[in-house]
């Protein structure tokens, strides 16, 4: 059952407290008694909710696109729409500071934001499911609706986030992990494989498009999202956050009016430097040159940052907002961040930076690299979709059983070595083409290594954070968390026709070793995260 109430005290109080410091558990059915709290149930379902959108933005819309006879290339263009899974630390403040517009008094801060939010994600997928690709006018509109999805389900996973922090404290934090990552992977596979079985149950194949099809099986995942919506009505609001006070409603609109200024003036310059990036990346090179299209984007996108700031600080000059509450949002938890770790503050961000660099530039080709193998369509997706999943769930579970035994950060230290030794196993696999058994064998390794780290990593991201600054500082960290590994796996194609694939694994696991020391030295600054009694700013 995916609901919470208030939870009564965890039977397995001595196996959490192990998560910090490493001590062993006092038995194992302790420890698998913890899963069955309602909290952690609650948590699986809301990583259910947050997991669904994700790939009806991409795999599954790029399938009904293509079958629908639009171009590769204009279908590419919909991956932007997840540009607010990358960005969404910049409205975060507003979630975290300012009451949902409706629902609040009776939700609470963080359950009336995150039924907004689901509902918003609802509206986007019927919106999607109401755009025919391949009528006139269709692809704008599925274009709207989809960017749509992706702002409204950045900002679910905002919420999720700042309540998985403040609902438990640090030690049952890799439980609730591993049951939101658990959750987050079934809701991909809902939207990935079972979205595609209905599309083709309700008549549309490959050379056969029928919207209706599509239709019918985007107004089915709509459906699926009431998981969240349940559980969101039924779970109880954090106490962190329903204890914050509120600034006067007048400073809330300011501080919004602030928001959009600054907003507008980012887009307004992104569009207007357009014309600039083609000519500069005429410039460099043209089209096809090597990194030409990367600095012009580039350029284009920190012009268009600089003129938002401009805008900020007019705004900041004119007294726009009050003062007090734009620090607090956006000054403060940068603030609290770097007083609360001090000196191990910049280990631990390259610590988040690249800590899955090595299992994200991997990732980038792995699916090109099974078909260069000469594995069918089927055998992939078999391999690494449906058996994949299972794997990456059970590495998740035995992540958290882990974390809570031995403590977070020895199991960060195990993914990343394990980390390094399954991107070696790939070489074996590029010398061995074909080969069905060692196929799933890697892929075994590798997920069930993915799904431990990940889960491990998710506990210790939340431990960062100080519960006067959850929204925000989570934010943060997880859009660091996959900037640096997103831009380097662009380039994962090059390096391959450059070295070949078992020259580019071997490169991949290289990588992927200085993670350990990072997590060594970030071992050694390990503050207790703050909480609401002492908040290091005004909180709002």
Request: with cysteine; net charge positive.
């Amino acid at each position: 059952m995916c609901a919470a109430g208030a939870p009564p005290r965890p039977p397995s109080r001595d196996a959490e407290a192990s998560a910090l410091n490493g001590a062993p558990a006092p038995g194992v059915l302790a420890s698998v008694t913890a899963y069955f709290q309602p909290r952690v149930a609650a948590l699986a379902c809301l990583g259910f909710s947050s997991g669904l959108p994700l790939l009806l933005i991409f795999a599954t819309l790029s399938l009904w696109l293509r079958e629908a006879g639009v171009e590769r290339a204009a279908a590419t263009y919909f991956s932007w729409a997840a540009l607010g899974y990358s960005f969404k630390f910049v409205w975060a403040p507003l979630i975290d500071k300012l009451p949902a517009p409706f629902g609040a008094h009776r939700l609470g801060r963080r359950r009336g934001w995150l039924l907004l939010a689901q509902l918003a994600v609802i509206g986007a997928i019927v919106a999607m499911a109401l755009a025919d690709p391949a009528a006139p006018g269709g692809l704008t509109a599925m274009a709207i609706a989809a960017v749509a999805l992706g702002f409204s389900s950045a900002t679910q996973d905002i919420v999720i986030d700042a309540y998985r922090i403040e609902v438990a404290d640090e030690r049952l934090q890799a439980l609730l992990a591993s049951a939101y990552v658990a959750g987050y992977r079934g809701g991909m596979l809902v939207a990935g494989a079972v979205a595609l079985y209905l599309a083709a149950w309700f008549g549309s194949v490959a050379d056969h498009y029928d919207y209706l099809a599509w239709r019918h099986t985007y107004f089915c995942m709509a459906a699926a999202m009431a998981v969240g919506v349940v559980t969101t009505l039924v779970i109880r609001e954090p106490a962190a956050a329903s204890s914050r006070q509120r600034h006067s409603p007048a400073h809330h609109a300011r501080f919004v009016l602030l928001f959009a200024l600054v907003a507008g003036a980012f887009v307004a310059a992104f569009l207007a430097l357009a014309d600039t990036a083609h000519w500069l990346r005429g410039a460099l090179g043209g089209p096809s040159a090597p990194l030409a299209g990367f600095v012009a984007e580039a350029t284009r996108l920190a012009l268009a940052l600089a003129a938002a700031l401009a805008i900020g600080a007019l705004c900041a000059r004119l007294r726009v907002a009050q003062p007090e509450l734009v620090r607090d949002a956006y000054v403060a938890p940068v603030a609290d961040f770097f007083r609360r770790h001090g000196r191990g503050a910049l280990v631990i961000l390259l610590l988040v930076g690249f800590y899955r660099v090595s299992d994200i530039v991997l990732g980038v080709v792995a699916n090109i690299f099974y078909f260069d193998m000469g594995y069918s369509k089927e055998a992939i997706a078999t391999a690494t979709k449906v058996f994949g999943l299972w794997m990456t769930l059970v590495g998740g579970f035995l992540g958290g059983w882990l974390a809570l035994n031995f403590g977070v950060m020895r199991v960060l230290m195990l993914g990343a070595a394990l980390t390094v030794a399954t991107n070696l196993l790939f070489i074996l696999l590029a010398e061995a083409p074909g080969n069905l058994p060692l196929l799933y064998a890697v892929i075994s390794a590798d997920n069930l290594t993915a799904g431990l780290a990940s889960a491990a990593f998710v506990a210790y991201l939340s431990s960062l954070t100080s519960l006067s600054f959850t929204a925000v500082q989570y934010a943060i960290l997880s859009s660091l968390m996959t900037l640096f590994p997103k831009v380097i796996g662009g380039y994962s194609g090059t390096m391959v026709d450059a070295v070949g694939y078992s020259h580019f694994f071997l490169g991949a696991a290289a990588i992927g070793v200085p993670v350990c020391l990072l997590v060594a030295l970030a071992a050694r600054h390990r503050p207790p995260r703050a909480d609401t009694a002492s908040p290091t700013a005004t909180p709002s």
